[in-house]
């Protein structure tokens, strides 16, 4: 079991940046790849960004790349979403999620746990 807490969402404008955290607890940090997805109001869940349990091998959506990094921190058992040059349609609810031993994937279903979200608001 695993437990997992973001925090750092916020109203920013366009243009502008916000850090995503995600807090986990429970099993061991480092057999889990950490994924970001998002949902915008009456759309469905979609792949921001995953990195893979071994820290090397990172995955952005398309529309993302070049505007977001994320990044883990073992030690301290945390996963970060930097977000730089936010749009508006970047407006959503963004999700922290685990995948045990996962390889690495842009399917939400792949993924066994996940946190309550944190709203991020990009205003024009």
């Known amino acids: 079991q695993v437990q997992l807490v973001e925090s750092g969402g916020g109203l920013v404008q366009a243009g502008g940046s916000l850090r995503l955290s995600c807090a986990a607890s429970?099993?061991?940090?480092?057999?889990?790849?950490m994924g970001w997805f998002r949902q915008a109001p009456g759309t469905e869940r979609e792949f921001v960004a995953a990195i893979h349990w071994n820290g090397r091998n990172i995955y952005y959506a398309d529309s993302v790349k070049g505007r977001f990094t994320i990044s883990r921190d073992n030690a301290k058992n945390t996963v970060l979403l930097q977000m730089n040059s936010l749009k508006p349609e970047d407006t959503a609810v963004y999700y922290c999620?685990?995948?045990?031993w996962g390889a690495g994937t842009v399917v939400a279903a792949s993924y066994d746990y996940w946190g309550q979200g944190t709203q991020v608001t990009v205003s024009s």
């Open positions: 999620a685990a995948d045990y």
């Open positions: 429970g099993r061991t940090f480092t057999t889990y790849t």
